[in-house]
């Protein structure tokens, strides 16, 4: 029997792990992170201490070591198993050692052991990573530090090793955090936001270029921290060259200059305005027991509630002429449609009425046999299939889960969303990169529609394909796996290594591709001269980046392929899911006696409910709407009008025949509320545009279809019925 929530209690042992500090500093748009953990042994034997945590998923970690008294111990990078042989030899042989590893199912889990560390003693162990941190739909910087680690369900019949994960409630969290973070970029500093109490912003210099922040006292362990870095002037194309490392091998990565070029596409606005009527559209939604979770802690509203609430939006802003369907799953799956339908109001009412049931009931979190059932739905051709993915992510199976993904990136896109604290990045950023879509992550008090709907936009742009990215200098050899996605506005990030002399002092890129039948192309002009602050930063992202992409393609190519991560990863110091940290106290002449004690040090799950509710949820379905927003956009029929009748008149706050009476007489019933509609989201919910905008051109579409009369008459009789002022060329009718 699988327990699906794998939660483990401490049971009431002393926890040797006093506090962490974590240091944040951010160039531009690359963050170092350093963690110092602080163990001590206040038992009077000898402890072996096992700390399993999360980073995130795209994290190069880089630097392990631990300091006992004076002596600094640095770790070294080795081959898995030749690590884990050294370090148990280490603690038989009464010597003190230190273990990092990688889990080999998910990149975004990291395991920690201190071994033998003698009665009353302390180890301050240090660990740093580098990570490129996400542009967000509002031009923000999303960096995140995962303190919520959720137990991982692990499926029937899972092959390879399971994440042994010691969790307990937030409130029991034995040890302090403090948290501090510098920002430095070319571009000012506009604000910092975070979903965590913090410290008032510091500026450093007047220019506003460098500030620093730190999180509040009393931080509760209920959630991830999250930091939202704006800089003014948005985000600009540039590109870093980094000098290589004198004591490294001649001609390897490491030696050799390094270029970082980040890219943002800008496509021509005719193409951005134009959306596609065309298109496979499936929605695969978790029901899992842990999606009956509250969003957040000052929020009652459950994962679920949001998911569907947001289903709603995604259906009332389908196109007419597309297709669609929608997936659950739990335990196991469910379909609305046996494949997928033409939308109309028909199969629309048909499906809302079943995401209105929808619970979080199914049991556990097994994603893997709903992906294969829609993989295994033939395409429907000149309607391209787009995938949209909603999970809190607790799957122990990840590796199978993004292989799969690849395996069929050629017939679709996956949009994928991480709902709630303690999601992985390596499930929801893996999803989307191998799918070739986008990924989004919904936390705190964030409301899920305007990410989705930002995707949805996404989906309904024309495919950027034929893409390809010549160098303008001699011997370069590209890092990056080449790019199979543009979005608008979206960093792309490309790595090269610069070979042999050149006397050039400027160097290029070019990325060409087609848009809607029209090439287009990207350049960038960029110094050779090496930045002189960035240490080997982008050489161990670009390492990091090498050794994702080789390890997706380790179960197809075996042995081959796993030597040459091991390889990069002991030659750059940076961990893989085949390669640990080992290091070993070999300066004390006296073996560590007595018998050693296990203490697995527990981290925080963002769970409120019982073992019960964790596993099968709570099955009853949603409530009538009391958002009028949602309520408007519920009453929306699929062709973008409204009918005027009296729950229209409801979310007005009017009766029937208040609504009716200043219609103008030439005017239909529907083309009066459909008006009446469109005042209503400018005027009263123009805040939440993002939300809507896609469901108002539809509307707009259907009101200039009709060929109404008196429009003008119609427009302005509404404002007055409702009280705004919003121009008829603001509405788009």
């Known amino acids: 029997m699988v327990n699906c929530c794998g939660l483990v209690s401490v049971k009431n042992e002393p926890v040797p792990l006093k506090s962490i500090t974590v240091e944040l500093e951010v160039q531009d748009h690359v963050a170092t992170v350093v963690s110092t953990l602080l163990y001590e042994n206040k038992e009077e034997n000898p402890i072996e201490a096992r700390f399993v945590f999360p980073l995130p998923g795209d994290a190069a970690v880089c630097h392990f070591s631990a300091k006992i008294g004076q002596t600094e111990i640095v770790a070294e990078v080795k081959e898995k198993q030749q690590a884990r042989e050294e370090y148990d030899d280490a603690l038989s042989s009464g010597q003190q050692a230190f273990l990092l590893e990688e889990s080999e199912q998910s990149p975004d889990i990291f395991s920690l052991s201190v071994g033998s560390l003698p009665p009353g003693e302390s180890a301050s162990i ?143 606005k005719a193409v951005m305005s134009s959306m596609s009527s065309c298109g496979e559209f499936v929605f695969l939604l978790d029901r899992s027991g842990s999606m009956d979770c509250a969003m957040n802690s000052s929020k009652p509203e459950t994962r679920i509630q949001s998911a569907r609430d947001t289903l709603v939006f995604l259906l009332k802003s389908l196109p007419m002429g597309c297709y669609f369907n929608i997936y659950s799953f739990g335990s196991r799956f469910e379909h609305v449609f046996p494949k997928s339908v033409e939308y109309s109001q ?191 930063t982008v050489h161990r992202l670009a390492a990091r980046t090498l050794i994702r992409s080789l390890e ?51 981290t925080a799950f963002a769970r409120t409910l019982d073992f019960e509710e964790c596993c099968y949820g709570d099955p009853r379905g949603s409530p009538t709407p009391t958002d009028p927003l949602l309520q408007l956009v519920t009453l929306q029929k699929a062709s973008g009008c409204w009918e005027l009748d009296a729950s229209l008149a409801a979310v007005f706050s009017k009766s029937v025949a208040e609504v009716e009476k200043p219609k103008p007489e030439k005017v239909t019933p529907q083309v009066w509320a459909t008006v009446l509609a469109l005042i209503w989201l400018h005027g009263f919910k123009s805040a939440d545009r993002e939300e809507w905008e896609l469901l108002s051109m539809k509307a707009v579409s259907w009101l200039k279809a009709q060929n109404a009369p008196s429009l003008d008459e119609c427009v302005a009789a509404g404002n007055q019925l409702l009280g705004r002022s919003v121009p008829k060329d603001i509405l788009g009718v």
């Open 346 to 536: 028909k199969t629309m009412d048909e499906a809302l009425k079943k995401v209105r049931t929808m619970g979080a009931d199914l049991g556990g979190t097994e994603i893997l046999e709903p992906l294969k059932s829609i993989y295994k739905q033939s395409c429907i051709p000149k309607h391209p299939r787009q995938l949209f993915v909603f999970t809190d992510g607790e799957v122990g199976n990840t590796k199978a889960v993004i292989d799969l993904v690849r395996s069929n990136a050629g017939s679709h896109r996956c949009f994928s969303f991480g709902i709630g604290e303690g999601a992985s990045t390596a499930l929801i950023d893996g999803l989307a990169k191998e799918g070739g879509g986008h990924p989004q992550f919904i936390t705190g008090a964030e409301r899920m529609q305007p990410k989705v709907m930002q995707s949805l936009r996404f989906s309904l742009q024309p495919a950027v394909v034929d893409i390809s990215v010549t160098w303008d200098m001699p011997s370069v050899t590209t890092l990056s796996p080449p790019i199979t996605t543009l979005f608008q506005g979206q960093r792309s990030i490309i790595y090269a290594q610069l070979s042999g002399k050149t006397t050039k002092a400027e160097g290029g890129v070019t990325v060409k591709y087609s848009l809607a039948g029209q090439p287009s192309k990207n350049q960038l002009r960029f110094s050779l001269a090496p930045t002189g602050d960035t240490g080997l």
């Open 126 to 268: 240090r660990l740093e990573y580098v990570t490129e941190l996400a542009v967000q739909a509002d031009d923000g910087l999303r960096f995140c530090l995962p303190g919520v680690l959720n137990p991982r369900y692990e499926p029937q019949g899972s092959q390879g090793e399971k994440v042994q994960v010691t969790s307990v409630p937030a409130s029991q969290i034995p040890y302090a955090l403090s948290f501090s973070a510098r920002m430095s970029s070319p571009r000012p500093v506009a604000k910092v936001e975070s979903n965590s109490s913090l410290d008032p912003l510091q500026y450093l210099n007047t220019e506003k270029t460098q500030a620093t922040v730190k999180l509040a006292d009393g931080h509760k362990f209920d959630r991830d921290i999250e930091l939202l870095i704006y800089y003014e002037d948005a985000h600009q194309p540039s590109a870093v060259v980094e000098a290589g490392q004198a004591s490294a091998k001649p001609g390897s990565m490491m030696a050799d200059p390094v270029v970082m070029v980040s890219l943002y596409p800008e496509f021509p």
């Open 552 to 602: 997706t393609r380790e179960s197809r190519k075996g042995d081959e392929v796993k030597t040459k991560v091991v390889d990069l990863s002991v030659q750059s110091g940076v961990s893989s899911s085949f390669t640990a940290f080992i290091a070993v106290n070999k300066s004390s002449n006296e073996a560590i006696k007595g018998p050693l004690l296990q203490r697995n040090i527990p």
